[in-house]
């Protein structure tokens, strides 16, 4: 029988018990070895006189042993009190190797920093390493606590398939030739969205599942080709009910990871409010730091690009980003930001001792316009107010995002959560065309707004938001056949297209379909926050790389042409000449 | 705020509540609808006056409404005992439709045959269905067992991906084309089988997960592309503690759906007296008619099939499957199946009232003869028995055919589990290569005897099975790399093979990996056998066709040129050519 080596205790002493695990250090004092032995419940401190274990002399880091003995006080002054098992330690009668190690590429340490690429070349070290080993419990905790919830809510797991058809939600679809259908594909998808729906039809009326879901996006800073989701969807809801659920699931969820009881309701901002004061649909709440309307300082003002941005029907708006080094260099490195994200410009402006504003523009601005800057932005020594005049999305946003380069902070140890509702329905691309901002079956929040002014409707979206990340998002969904024809319609779908892609989704709308709402976070997501990881890439147990890489098994690989002929298919000729060239060693 | 309709009882007299659900059924009496509203809960019998509700006039089947009304005690005499909400019925004071329903395909009855590409066509409707809700029912509170039970034993739920590169498991892998990497292809995983190795690598020691897994095989009668397994996997572990382990796991299932206390440990057979004693190593012990060897019988026989079989190194077997209908063309049939099987024929035997056998090689058998196979197969008037007289494997496995063919129950009221054990290590083909019986990554029961003789070595594997259905498998895992390389030199694998496939993999297990065991079993098939269903369709929510396909959304589709070019594939001439054909409407 083993015993879990972290879970040795002074009242252990006298017992004689078996320890199996991988020697994690080994030190030896006055011929006498000391060798922490660790396992996945922790470490204790084994000692042996190699004269008498002879297996001792060749023990290295992180051969896997097994070990017998007797279970003894540390010497007075010996004890380890940062250790659970601090205070025995454990005598040798048998100790077999179990297992050996070959040098290790790095050591199993938290401290010691390793390229990434080297840590998912070895994973399975990689994840012996304390940190990592305890993203992998939380996760599973997580994913426990967030069934557990729904269970207890009276919500149905359903399995949906993973080979389905395309589904056109913007990102591209990952797909899989059909051996029996030569020529034919299944997509791996993107969400369970119309099969939740279709469980709705089904009657299920609450379902959930955590979901495997896939996006052939271009690899951002944070995104994987596979990544997993909550799903959930419930019958007869309105929003409200949506909200109250998840916000249950992300309470638990807290909870089990951080010991601490999130306040409810989580604050809620429309989309409207949420980008007037934070330039973002995914504000950081930990900061103050709001955007401020200054137009009405500026309708006569001296300072042309002020004056003119207003006229052309643009807005002014600044914000206080506090106390901040300061140099000519750091001006111009926001004003080329800005520039980067669409600005003509930026204004920047220094609060000095005196409460005078020191800015290269100040100069074109009267008292009364500095005063009114100052009092707007509650201005004190020392800070640093930046202006930005411009249309009023580009004016928000980008002071939106200066406001977290500057001020957001890198790790995650307050909670912010809340809530962003009333998205707008619709999105205009700059060429014109009508798209959807969450997806086309989000219901709208007037019908008559949507036929009288589509760009200017509201939609009955609304997304999760924590710590200036993007949780998940969700809908009320539209359940009626012809709202949903409607949609395509503005969408420019046409109705033989909308037959084709949809007619048999279409088709399940017309058999008494319950109005129905639902969302979808990403775990990944949550669990990094809550783990105060900023990459989803160290809470996944085996990720790949930015560019779709598994260094460890090397996937994806090249196959037989006759493996692939079986599936009807061949390689292009441009992919043909890829694999005579040599492999890139930087991926 | 909605009430459960199925929750409605004599205590709810005199409230004011609102239901919302589909129109199950309506009859008028009277002048009166008597309309029966469905939701996930159950049933209640709304009561409503056209005349009044001029809505009501309107409602036909699985229209979805929403009724407001007083529940009130039904008229003495027209109480629906069989109804939980028999004694009640509710008024109306407002009632809504929600959404209308057009003509059915087929009515929402479990009484009513529907043939299977119907249901799959409209499965959203299929799935109303009461016994089609009470298997999705089943397999999410299956699966909630799962985990409470492993949660409760300090197992981690550890995600695998499922972009992954090959694997040698023997069916043929499903592939996914890399965009980033044109020519090159990542597989769906047949199993999490070398992740979940890895863990054990990483130290998890406990690991489980419910994982979507793909095979793509020729269809037979049960299979799909997609199915879901209990993957599971211990360190420092032998076979018994993942017996146990998994013991306990089917136990908390059966006790959940069924209700009862299945008793453990589970009988185990070796593959050996499986095999010897059913026919079969996944054995039906809900009935005897065990295999019995009559070999001894028959060494002098006077009948040249047996004596020139026995002296070929045959063997002679029979059973007794009791009492059937008789005649020469069942007899016919039987034969002809046995020889379907392999077997040179079959022997036949029906005992007369007077006990003597009637049978059409009766005549070349003496008395003794006659006797010794009535005595060894306890044969009483009036029972059937068979003989095989063939090489051991086909004569056994002939008979437990037959016998299954004969006996076996087609529900699955009474439940049988077993553990088969001491599975071969490898299996010779016909051409004397030697493959694997489980998997690679087996360990062997003894070094030597693999040395010795590999195709008569026993492995550490072992099947989990009940009434007749293979459940699952697993192995205690090789964990010494030198070992593996043996195996994989053994099954003909060069080094540079083994290297090129397995290398990353190899290394791995140079870096102290723990001795290690596991076991993976089907969701699908434990549901269906628990929920007395008989196919595996009949407990995935959304299946496919035998022939891969999704009668409901199409899929597998056709897609475009460019999308598949943007993945670095065309389509071979004969997958085009495919396309110029009209669709195959029989799939």
Redesign the interface.
């Known amino acids: 029988m083993?015993s879990p080596a972290g879970s040795l205790r002074a009242s252990d002493i006298g017992r004689t018990v078996t320890v199996?695990g991988?020697?994690q250090r080994r030190r030896d004092h006055g011929g006498i070895a000391f060798i922490d032995v660790?396992?996945?419940s922790g470490v204790i401190q084994v000692v042996a006189d190699p004269a008498e274990h002879e297996e001792v002399t060749d023990l290295k880091m992180?051969?896997?042993i097994?070990v017998t003995g007797v279970i003894r006080a540390r010497p007075e002054g010996t004890e380890n009190p940062d250790l659970p098992t601090g205070g025995v330690e454990m005598g040798v009668e048998e100790l077999a190797v179990?297992?050996?190690?070959?040098t290790?590429p790095f050591m199993i340490d938290d401290r010691v920093e390793i390229d990434e690429r080297t840590r998912l070349r070895?994973?399975?070290?990689?994840?012996?390493r304390p940190r990592m080993?305890a993203n992998?419990?939380a996760?599973?905790r997580a994913?426990?606590a967030i069934?557990r919830t729904l269970?207890e809510q009276g919500f149905?797991?359903?399995?949906?398939?993973?080979?389905?058809?395309?589904t056109p939600e913007g990102a591209?679809?990952?797909?899989?030739?059909?051996?029996?259908?030569?020529?034919?594909?299944?997509?791996?998808p993107q969400s369970p969205q119309?099969?939740k729906q279709?469980?709705m039809?089904?009657?299920?009326?609450?379902y959930f599942q955590i979901a495997?879901c896939?996006r052939?996006e271009?690899?951002r800073a944070d995104r994987q080709?596979?990544f997993?989701q909550l799903d959930l969807e419930g019958s007869?809801w309105d929003r409200d009910d949506v909200l109250d659920t998840i916000e249950s699931v992300l309470v638990a969820v807290t909870k089990e990871l951080r010991g601490i009881d999130v306040t409810r309701p989580f604050p809620r901002l429309t989309w409207q409010e949420s980008m007037e004061r934070f330039g973002t649909d995914k504000p950081d709440l930990r900061f103050g730091a709001e955007i401020i309307e200054l137009s009405d300082l500026f309708g006569e003002s001296g300072f042309g690009v002020f004056r003119d941005t207003l006229a052309g029907g643009g807005t002014i708006r600044g914000i206080n980003v506090g106390q901040q080094e300061w140099s000519r260099s750091r001006a111009d490195s926001l004003t080329e930001r800005a520039k980067e994200l669409g600005a003509k410009g930026l204004v920047w402006m220094i609060v000095e001792e005196d409460e005078s504003l020191r800015s290269p523009v100040a100069k074109f601005l009267d008292d009364k316009e500095l005063t009114g800057i100052r009092d707007a932005l509650d201005a004190k020594p020392g800070d640093v107010l930046l202006i930005a005049a411009d249309r009023w999305k580009l004016a928000v946003e980008v002071l939106g995002t200066l406001r977290n380069d500057l001020l957001r902070p890198s790790a995650h140890q307050d909670l912010a959560f809340l809530w962003v509702i009333d998205f707008p329905l619709f999105e205009e691309e700059e060429d014109g065309t009508i798209t959807f901002s969450h997806h086309p079956f989000t219901s709208p929040a007037s019908l008559d707004d949507m036929r009288d002014n589509p760009t200017g409707a509201i939609s009955k979206a609304y997304d999760a938001v924590l710590n200036g990340v993007e949780l998940g998002s969700g809908s009320v969904r539209i359940?009626?056949p012809d709202v949903q024809r409607q949609v395509f319609d503005i969408l420019g779908i046409e109705p033989a297209t909308a037959e084709r892609r949809f007619g048999?989704f279409l088709e399940?709308l017309?058999?008494?379909?319950?109005?129905h709402a639902g969302f979808a976070f990403g775990i990944d997501r949550l669990v990094m926050v809550l783990q105060g990881e900023t990459s989803i890439r160290e809470v996944?147990?085996?990720p790949?790389t930015q560019?779709?890489?598994?260094p460890?098994?090397?996937?994806?690989?090249?196959?037989e042409e006759t493996?692939?002929?079986?599936?009807?298919?061949?390689?292009?000729e441009?992919?043909?000449a890829?694999?005579e060239l040599p492999d890139d060693p930087g991926?």
Request: aromatic share 12%.
């Open positions: 083993r199996s991988w020697v660790r396992d996945a992180e051969y896997c097994s179990l297992s050996s190690a070959d290790l070895y994973r399975y070290l990689d994840l012996r080993g992998l419990r996760r599973s994913t426990a069934r269970d149905l797991e359903v399995e949906t398939p993973t080979l389905v058809n395309s591209r679809d990952m797909l899989v030739p059909s051996r029996l259908r030569k020529g034919e594909f299944y997509a791996l119309l099969f279709l469980l039809v089904a009657g299920v009326e609450r495997r896939y052939d271009d690899f080709l596979e997993t007869f359940h009626d048999w399940a017309r058999y008494g379909t319950p109005p996944i147990p085996f790949k560019s779709g890489v598994d460890m098994t090397g996937a994806p690989t090249w196959v493996q692939l002929e079986e599936l009807g298919v061949t390689l292009t441009s992919a043909l890829r694999r991926e």
